[in-house]
C-alpha cells in the first residue's frame, strides 16, 4: 500500500523525462529476482509497479500451481551506469495437487547494475546501436515462502541493441545465471544462461509493439523453456508509461502455460 | 560485486560443510539423524535391537500380521515393529519400506500399514530404493532412501529407531524438492485401516471417533490439525496405537475407517526446500484407544509440558454386554476405553479441566458421571452403574440336534427400535440391537452364531428371531419381550430340507477372514459361520495373502476350505489409455493356492502394475494349483477410495465396442489382449461372479456382462458369492455356487466341474434344467457345447425353501427373456419344514429358439422379477433404478445428480441399482427373506446351454 501511495505521489508530481523509453525488450522474469530476463541496454531512471499472473495448469498430471507478484522496481541512470533495484512486495501462490496449499508473502529482492559500454547518455539518436553489461543479484527475502534456505543468485552478460529507424529497436541479451542456497538441505547450485532477441515498433507516438523471444538452457533442465513475449506499452504522458505483456512458454521443460503482467513506469 | 561473491561462495561452502542426515541426497548412504530427541523413557532391564528377520526367526504373531524372512525388525522390551523388505511390498506401496507389524510384546499385531507419503497421489508415495540397518553404538535403526514413487527429483529418507523401554518407534521423514516446480505436500504416516477393523480417534470437538464423509477430490475439505491420532479396533482388540508428533505441536491430517493420514501441515515446498516430520508412534495393549492415548500424553508432556491426571473407575455389575467409557471435556471426546469383564477402567486426560465420565451399553449412554478436575499425577474416580441386561439362550437345534445356526434380532415394535437403535462408539453401522462390535466375534451387531444352547445378553424389548442354517434349512422364527435382569430361554427349531439336488455341493468361493486388510473376524468364528450357513466347499479368498484356516474346531468332515487368495489392485497406474485417472485392475480370486506360512503374502505374489494377463501367469508360478480356477471377482461395480474393484468398469469397457480380436491400443483393447509385460490374455480366466454380496445390489450389471460374453462366443462360467466378510456385512454363503460334482469331493474333480461351469448360483432356489431328446440323451447347463435334437425338449424343475419365494421362472435365450413363468406354486407356510416345488415343465426348444441354424445359449432364472434398470451412462450394463420412484429413470435418480448442473446424453451421473425395500410387514414372505438374506431379494441362475448349431463349436449367440 506504501509502495502504491508512492507511486501515486510520484506519477503525481512528475517532469517529463527524455529517459521514459518506450523501447527495450519485453521483460517478464520467470525466475526468482528476474535472474536472465532481457533488460535494456539503455540506462534509464525510472520507477514501476507491476503484477504478475503465472499459471500453470498440467491436468494430465493432476498439478496446478498459480502465481501472482506484485513487484516494486527503480532504476536510476548515472551517465553510462544505471542501478537498479527490485522489490517484489508481494508473491500470493497456491499450489493444486493432490493436496493444495498456498502461501502469501514476501518475495526476492534483486540489485542490479547495467554499464552501457559504447554510444552517449540519452535514449535516441545519439547512437544506432548500444552495447552494455549487466548483473543482478537476487536476495533471500522471500520469508515465508520456504521453511529452510536462504537462496541466491546472479546473472551477468551482455545486452545489445539496434535502431535502424527511431519507431524500431531491434536487441538481444545473452546472460549466464547461477544460484545456491545456504540451506541444510540442498545447496541446490545451479548454473545456466538465457539468450534472447526481438524487437519493438512504436507506430504512433503513444504506443509501442513488442515481441521476444527468449530461451533458457541448462538451469534446471538442457532447455529449460524457449517462450514467446509480447507487450504494448501506452505513454500515457511523457512521464507516465503503462505496459501490458504476456508471455507464453513454446518448448522446453518449464510446464508454465502462460504469463500476464499489467505495469505502470514513471519516468524521472 | 567481486567480495561479496566471496562471501556468498564461503556461506554455501560452509554450509555444505555442516550437512547433516539425508538432505543434501539420498544417493550416498546417509544417515538420517535421529528424530524425537527430547522423548525419553526408562526402565529396570530394557534392551533393544535391529534386524533382518530370518528364515527361523519368529514371526509377530496377530492375524494382521505380514512379516516375512527379509523383513527389518526394531524390537525392544515392549514392543516389536516390523518394516517390510524393499522387494515385498503390501498394500498401498509401490516398494517396500513401509510399517507393516507393530505390536506390544505378547500382543498381537492389528495394523494393516503405515505407509509414508507426501500427498494421495501415486508419484507422492515413498519409493525407497535403499535400507540400511544400524545396529552399533547403542543405535537401534533402520534407514531407508529413496525417491517419491516415479519421480526423478524428490528425494525421501526415513529413519525408524527403537530405544529401550519405549512403547513404540520413532521416526524421522525427510522429504526434499529438488524439482523445478513447487509442491504442495504433507509428509505423513497413511495408516491403511481397510475399513471393518480399527477405529482413527481424535482429540477434537466433536470428532473422537466419528469423522466427515470424503471423497479423494474432498480430501482438503476434511483436513483437521489434533493433538494426536490413535486408533483402536473393538473386536479382536489386537493392539491399539497412537502418532505424536515430534517436532511440532500437532500433527495435520484426515481420517476415516478406510485410511488416515497424520503428518506435517500440508504446505507449499518451493524447488530447493525440504520438509521433516519426526514422530512417536506408540503401541499399547487394546481395550479401546485408551491405553494408547495415555502414551500419547504422556508424549505431550515430555515434549510440549503438557500436564495429565488419570480417571480410573468401575463399572457395576459386571457384565458381559458390550460396554465402553467415552471421557468428555464439553464436546471433545478425550479418550474412549471397552470395558472388559472386570468391570474397571483407568485412562489418562489433561489436567485443570472436568470431565462427563460416559458409559455406553448396547452403544447407548447409560450412565454419566463427572470427573472433577484433577492436578498433575492425581487420580480421579468414579462409579458407573450399568443397568440390567437381559439374557437370552437361544437353544437353536437342527433336525433336534445341536448344530450350527445363526439367529438374527431385529425390534418386533417401534419403540423398541428407537431404544436399541445404536452405533458401537459412535462409529461403523448402526445396529438394532447392537449386541457387539460389528466387525467381531459373535455376536455382531445383530446376529448370533450358535451351537447348542447359547447365552447373549441384549438390551430390553421386544423382538422377532429368526433362526436360519443356510438354504437347505428352515427357517424358525419367534417373538420375545424381554426384561431387564431377567432370562429367557428360546427354543428355535430347524429341519433340513428336501433342496439340494444330489451329486452337489454347496460352495462360497469368495470369503474373507481377518487376514483381510478390512476384516477383522477370528477365525474360529469365521469357520464358525461357515457351518451355520450350511456350505461344504469354501474358498479362503483373502486379500492379497493366501489363507489357510486352522482345523480348530475340527470341522475337517464337514466342511472343505480351500486355500485361496483374492488379488487386490491398489497401487494406482497408467494402464488405460486417454484415461485421465491413474486405476488398478480390480480384484481377481485364485484358488486352491499353495500356502507357505514364512513366505511373504503367504505363498502368493505381489500384484500390482500388471494387466491380469500378467497377473495369471504370476500366480501361477506362485502356488497357484495346476488346475486351480481363476475368477473375475464383482466386473462392474463403483470403486473404493478411487481404487476400481471390477477390471471391465475399470477399463472404461462398453459393451458397443465389443471384444476386439487385435490390440489396436485403444481401452477397449485391454479387455482381450495378452499384456505387453507377458503372460496370458486379460480374458484368460475360468469363473466370473454373476452373483456377489447378499445384497446383491450388482446382480444385474454382472448378469449383463456375463451375458454380453456369452453373446460374443466368451465362455465363462458363472458363480455366486457372499464376498463375506464378517458377520454383519454380508451372510457368509448367501448367495452360493451349488456345484454339480463327483462325491465325495475330490478336488480335481471338483475345479474341473468348476471350471465347466456345472454350476447354479443362488440364494435359496434351486433349478435343475436340462436338455433332454426322444433318445433319452440328457445336457445339463455347462460352458460345453451341445448339438441338441430337433425334438429336444428344455426340461426345469424349480424347488425353493419354503422362506424364498419365487414369483416366477424365465428361460433366457440369447440375453433375452424368452418366455416367464408366472403360474408357480406358492408356499402357505414360510416356516415349513419341506421344500416346495415351484414349478416343472417342459418346453420343446423349437419353441425357444428360432428356426435359423446359428447359435444360442439358453440360462433358466428363477425368483423375484428383476428391478426395471437403465443404462445411463450408455456402456450398455446397467447402472441405475428408479430411485426417486418418479416412474421414470434418469439421471434425477442418481446419487449424485445435481440440478445446477444437469449432464448431457451418456455423460449422466448414474447409480446405483437398489433393490426393492422390504415389505413393511415383517411377516411377509419377502420381509421373513430379507430378514435372513438383508437387502436381497430371490434369485436363481443357470449356468448356460450352449447350444451348437452348426457343430462347428460355439461361437457366440446368432453366429
Known amino acids: 500500500v506504501i509502495a502504491l501511495v508512492a507511486l501515486v505521489a510520484l506519477i503525481a508530481t512528475a517532469t517529463p523525462s527524455a529517459s521514459l523509453a518506450d523501447i527495450g525488450p519485453v521483460s517478464i522474469a520467470f525466475q526468482d529476482g528476474g535472474l536472465g530476463a532481457a533488460r535494456s541496454a539503455v540506462p534509464r531512471s525510472e520507477v514501476g509497479f507491476t503484477g504478475l499472473g503465472f499459471l500453470l495448469a498440467d491436468f494430465d498430471n493432476f498439478y496446478g500451481d498459480l502465481k501472482a507478484r506484485a513487484l516494486l522496481s527503480g532504476r536510476w541512470a548515472m551517465g553510462e551506469l544505471e542501478l537498479s533495484a527490485d522489490v517484489e512486495v508481494l508473491r500470493a501462490e497456491l499450489v493444486i495437487s493432490s493436496l493444495s496449499a498456498g502461501r502469501v508473502g514476501l518475495g526476492t529482492t534483486a540489485i542490479g547494475a547495467t554499464y552501457r559500454i559504447n554510444g552517449t547518455s540519452g535514449i535516441k539518436g545519439a547512437a544506432d546501436w548500444d552495447l552494455a553489461v549487466t548483473s543482478r543479484i537476487a536476495l533471500p527475502t522471500d520469508f515465508g515462502a520456504r521453511e529452510h534456505g536462504a537462496p541466491f543468485g546472479i546473472d551477468y552478460g551482455a545486452l545489445i541493441s539496434w535502431r535502424p529507424r527511431d519507431d524500431v529497436e531491434v536487441h538481444g541479451h545473452l546472460l549466464g545465471l547461477a544460484s545456491a542456497q545456504i540451506s541444510d538441505g540442498p545447496t541446490f547450485g545451479r548454473i545456466g544462461f538465457t539468450l534472447g532477441g526481438g524487437a519493438s515498433w512504436s507506430p504512433l507516438s503513444w504506443l509501442t509493439a513488442g515481441a521476444d523471444l527468449g530461451a533458457q538452457l541448462a538451469y534446471d533442465d538442457a532447455l529449460d523453456r524457449l517462450a514467446l513475449a509480447i507487450a504494448l506499452r501506452f505513454r500515457v504522458s511523457d512521464a507516465v508509461a503503462i505496459d501490458l505483456s504476456a508471455s507464453k512458454p513454446l518448448a522446453g521443460e518449464d510446464r508454465t502455460l502462460a504469463v500476464g503482467a499489467l505495469g505502470v513506469r514513471v519516468g524521472f | ?959
Not at chain 2, 470428532?207 to 475439505?221: I, S, Y
Open chain 2, 1 to 959: 560485486m567481486i567480495r561479496l561473491l566471496a562471501v556468498l561462495a564461503l556461506a554455501l561452502v560452509l554450509s555444505s560443510c555442516s550437512k547433516k542426515s539425508c538432505l543434501e541426497g539420498t544417493d550416498s548412504a546417509c544417515v538420517v539423524i535421529a528424530p524425537c530427541e527430547k522423548i525419553a523413557f526408562t526402565c529396570a532391564a530394557g534392551i533393544a535391537r535391529a534386524y533382518v528377520l530370518g528364515p527361523t526367526d519368529p514371526i509377530p504373531p496377530g492375524i494382521d500380521a505380514l512379516a516375512a524372512p527379509g523383513d527389518l525388525v526394531l524390537e525392544n522390551d515392549q514392543v516389536i515393529a516390523v518394516i517390510d523388505a524393499l522387494d515385498h511390498p503390501h498394500h498401498l506401496a509401490p516398494a517396500g519400506g513401509m510399517l507393516v507389524d507393530l505390536a506390544v510384546k505378547g500382543g498381537e499385531d492389528g495394523l494393516n500399514q503405515s505407509l509414508v507419503a507426501a500427498g494421495l497421489l501415486p508419484e507422492d508415495t515413498a519409493h525407497y530404493t535403499s535400507a540400511q540397518v544400524i545396529e552399533e553404538n547403542g543405535v537401534h535403526a533402520i534407514i531407508l532412501r529413496g525417491k517419491l514413487d516415479r519421480t526423478d527429483d524428490h528425494d525421501i529418507a526415513t529413519r525408524y529407531e527403537i530405544k529401550p523401554c519405549e512403547p513404540g518407534i520413532r521416526v524421522r521423514t525427510e522429504v526434499v524438492n529438488r524439482g523445478r516446480d513447487p509442491a504442495a505436500w504433507t509428509v505423513a504416516d497413511a495408516f491403511f485401516w481397510g475399513d471393518r477393523d480399527f477405529a482413527p480417534f481424535i482429540p477434537n470437538p466433536a470428532a473422537g471417533f466419528v469423522h466427515p464423509d470424503f471423497g479423494l477430490t474432498e480430501v482438503n475439505d476434511v483436513y483437521r490439525d489434533s493433538d494426536f491420532m490413535a486408533a483402536s479396533d473393538f473386536a479382536r482388540r489386537s493392539s491399539s496405537y497412537a502418532v505424536v508428533r515430534c517436532d511440532g505441536p500437532q500433527i495435520a491430517g484426515f481420517h476415516s475407517t478406510t485410511i488416515s493420514a497424520a503428518g506435517t501441515p500440508r504446505r507449499v515446498v518451493v524447488p530447493g526446500d525440504y520438509e521433516v516430520y519426526e514422530r512417536f508412534i506408540a503401541v499399547a495393549a487394546s481395550r479401546g484407544p485408551a491405553p494408547a492415548i495415555d502414551v500419547a500424553l504422556e508424549l505431550r508432556r515430555q515434549l510440549h509440558g503438557e500436564t495429565f491426571m488419570t480417571v480410573k473407575g468401575t463399572v457395576t455389575p459386571t457384565s458381559s454386554a458390550p460396554l465402553a467409557v467415552t471421557l468428555m471435556d464439553g464436546d471433545t471426546p478425550r479418550s474412549a476405553v471397552v470395558i472388559g469383564a472386570d468391570g474397571t477402567f483407568e485412562m489418562r486426560a489433561p489436567t485443570g479441566k472436568a470431565y462427563a465420565v460416559a458409559l455406553e451399553m448396547f452403544g447407548k449412554v447409560v450412565d454419566t458421571k463427572t470427573a472433577a478436575a484433577g492436578a498433575e499425577g492425581e487420580t480421579v474416580t468414579v462409579a458407573l452403574t450399568a443397568p440390567a441386561a437381559g439374557e437370552v439362550v437361544l437353544d437353536v437345534s437342527i433336525d433336534g440336534a445341536p448344530k450350527e445356526a445363526q439367529v438374527f434380532f431385529a425390534p418386533a415394535d417401534a419403540a423398541t427400535k428407537d431404544a436399541v437403535a445404536a452405533q458401537y462408539l459412535s462409529t461403523y453401522a448402526t445396529c438394532a440391537p447392537l449386541l457387539g462390535p460389528v466387525s467381531g466375534a459373535s455376536p455382531a451387531c445383530n446376529r448370533v452364531l450358535t451351537r447348542g444352547p447359547t447365552k447373549v445378553l441384549v438390551p430390553p424389548g421386544k423382538y422377532l428371531l429368526r433362526a436360519t442354517a443356510g438354504i437347505a434349512a428352515s427357517l424358525a422364527e419367534a417373538t420375545i419381550d424381554v426384561a431387564g435382569g431377567a432370562s429367557i430361554t428360546v427354543p428355535l427349531a430347524l429341519a433340513t430340507l428336501d433342496l439340494m439336488p444330489p451329486g452337489t455341493l454347496s460352495a462360497d468361493f469368495h470369503v474373507h477372514g481377518g487376514r483381510s486388510f478390512d476384516s477383522a473376524i477370528p477365525d474360529l468364528t469365521r469357520i464358525h459361520a461357515f457351518l451355520a450357513s450350511g456350505l461344504d466347499v469354501v474358498a479362503a479368498t483373502d486379500h492379497d495373502v493366501v489363507t489357510r484356516y486352522t482345523d480348530a474346531l475340527g470341522v475337517g468332515g464337514r466342511l472343505i476350505i480351500m486355500t485361496g487368495i483374492e488379488t487386490t489392485g491398489n497401487v494406482l497406474h497408467e494402464f488405460v489409455p486417454d484415461e485421465t485417472l491413474p486405476k488398478v485392475i480390480g480384484h481377481w480370486n485364485f484358488w486352491p493356492m499353495a500356502f507357505t506360512p514364512a513366505s511373504p503374502y503367504r505363498g502368493g505374489a505381489w500384484d500390482e502394475l500388471m494387466e491380469p494377463g500378467t497377473l495369471f501367469a504370476t500366480m501361477r508360478q506362485h502356488g497357484l494349483s495346476p488346475n486351480g480356477v481363476i475368477q473375475l471377482n464383482h466386473p462392474f461395480t463403483a470403486s473404493s477410495f478411487g481404487r476400481d474393484l471390477g477390471y471391465p468398469q475399470a477399463i472404461g469397457f462398453t459393451t458397443e465396442g465389443g471384444i476386439p480380436t487385435r490390440d489396436d491400443g485403444s481401452a477397449q483393447a485391454l479387455i482381450s489382449r495378452v499384456p505387453p509385460q507377458g503372460g496370458d490374455s486379460n480374458l484368460a480366466y475360468d469363473t466370473q461372479e454373476v452373483m456377489n454380496g447378499t445384497d446383491n445390489l450388482q446382480l444385474q450389471a454382472y448378469r449383463a456382462y456375463w451375458h454380453f460374453l456369452l453373446d460374443s462366443g466368451v465362455v465363462r462360467a458363472a458363480t455366486a458369492n457372499s464376498d463375506s466378510h464378517g458377520l454383519t456385512d454380508a451372510v457368509v454363503g448367501t448367495p452360493r455356487t451349488i456345484v454339480f460334482t463327483r462325491l465325495p469331493f475330490d478336488e480335481s474333480t471338483f475345479q474341473a466341474d468348476v471350471k465347466a461351469g456345472r454350476m447354479i448360483g443362488t440364494n435359496g432356489p434351486i433349478i435343475l434344467a436340462s436338455l433332454k431328446d426322444t433318445t433319452g440323451a440328457t445336457r445339463a447347463p455347462s460352458i460345453l457345447a451341445i448339438k441338441p435334437a430337433p425334438n429336444a425338449t428344455l426340461d426345469v424343475v424349480v424347488r425353493a425353501p419354503p422362506w424364498a419365494p419365487v414369483a416366477e421362472v424365465r428361460i433366457i435365450v440369447d440375453g433375452k427373456v424368452a418366455r416367464t413363468i408366472t403360474d408357480v406354486s406358492h408356499g402357505t407356510d414360510p416356516l415349513a419344514t419341506r421344500a416346495l416345488e415351484v414349478w416343472r415343465g417342459s418346453i420343446a426348444l423349437a419353441e425357444l429358439l428360432p428356426a435359423d441354424g446359428l447359435d444360442h445359449w439358453i440360462s433358466v432364472e428363477a425368483g423375484s422379477p428383476l428391478p426395471a434398470t437403465a443404462d445411463l451412462n450408455c456402456d450398455g450394463i446397467p447402472d441405475t433404478t428408479d430411485n426417486n420412484r418418479d416412474g421414470v429413470i434418469d439421471e434425477r435418480d442418481a446419487e449424485d445428480f445435481d440440478p445446477l448442473a444437469p449432464g448431457i446424453e451418456c455423460d449422466y451421473e448414474y447409480g446405483p441399482v437398489m433393490s426393492p425395500p422390504p415389505p413393511a410387514d415383517p411377516f411377509d414372505p419377502l420381509a421373513r427373506f430379507d430378514a435372513v438374506t438383508p437387502g436381497g431379494f430371490p434369485f436363481a441362475f443357470t449356468n448356460p446351454l450352449l447350444i451348437d448349431a452348426d457343430g462347428n463349436g460355439f461361437e457366440g449367440a446368432a453366429k
